[in-house]
């Protein structure tokens, strides 16, 4: 039976945290808004799902934070920034987002069925070194029942090759696969998040999900940040070229092509009602 994240209520310090993502590949539960805040990006997710269409939302949504005002102040949240600082450092270049959505089909059978194969991220991203950190970040609550992503602790020390899935459904670009053992799917944990919550992964994390067998949608927004030493040497699986932007600290290394911001960067949450 798989395990779930602590809630991580009595939150350790920056350094256990750092220590512990190191261990796992992973760090959940990290509380980054309110009700108030975490309610307000639903609100403007719901606008954006109405305009763009659910097919289109369950994987099509990329790079939103170059339009979307609401997504950039989410890749750029001074608390998201600080979670990421504390595992990559001072220097943090905001590489790309994308929203991953999963409707509700209790049955697991339709179209939504939908699920997230056994993956490391970095596999077929082209970086060098093979090195990024995702921030996930829950627009819903997402648990078990409506499929919230799964990670294998400890996996994340070397990557591994991956297949194709077998399973029709899998939400990733190229439908990829990386086959694991009986007694490493034992160890898996659901990352259970609050809406207004994040976890952390290590790019080379083993992780996935299940389909949402729920009643209710779960979107995620997934933010990817490298430090600047990391370069770009191929195409990524999606061939869209990676549009990095600094978002703290300085790049003293130059490998990207800076990308200016798209929108001023807010110092601290965005205040009550405004745009
Ligand atoms: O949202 C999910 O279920 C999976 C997310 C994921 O695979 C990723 O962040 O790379």
Not at 110 to 116: D, I, N, S, Y
Not at 171 to 186: D, H, T
Not at 240 to 252: C, T
């Amino acid at each position: 039976m798989s395990k779930s994240s602590p809630a991580l209520e009595n939150a350790p310090g920056a350094e256990e945290q750092a220590a512990r993502f190191r261990r796992d590949g992973y760090l959940a539960g990290i509380r980054v808004q309110g009700a108030a805040e975490s309610d307000r990006v639903r609100l403007r997710f719901d606008q954006l799902e109405a305009a763009e269409g659910r097919e289109r939302c369950q994987i099509g949504l990329v790079d939103r934070h170059f339009d979307q005002r609401f997504a950039w102040d989410i890749a750029t949240h001074p608390a998201i920034l600080g979670a990421i600082e504390g595992v990559i450092g001072p220097d943090i270049l905001l590489l790309a987002t994308h929203f991953f959505c999963k409707y509700p089909d209790a049955a697991g059978t339709g179209p939504a069925g939908r699920f997230v194969a056994w993956h490391q991220d970095v596999t077929y991203w082209g970086l060098e070194p093979p090195f990024a950190v995702t921030a996930w970040y829950a627009v819903d609550d997402a648990d078990v029942e409506n499929g919230c992503m799964r990670v294998i602790p400890g996996t994340h020390r070397a990557l591994r090759p991956h297949g194709k899935a077998e399973r029709p459904g899998n939400l990733l670009s190229i439908n990829q696969e990386v086959p694991v053992l009986p007694e490493e799917e034992a160890r898996a944990v659901d990352v259970c998040l609050r809406a207004g919550e994040i976890s952390l992964h290590h790019g080379m994390l083993i992780h996935g999900s299940n389909p949402n067998r729920s009643g209710r949608r779960r979107c995620g927004m997934t933010i990817r940040y490298i430090p600047p030493h990391v370069r770009v040497i191929a195409e990524n699986s999606m061939r869209r070229p990676w549009a990095a932007v600094l978002v703290r600290g300085s790049d003293r290394f130059g490998h990207h092509s800076p990308r200016p911001a798209p929108f001023p960067q807010r110092r601290s949450p965005e205040p009550s009602g405004a745009e």
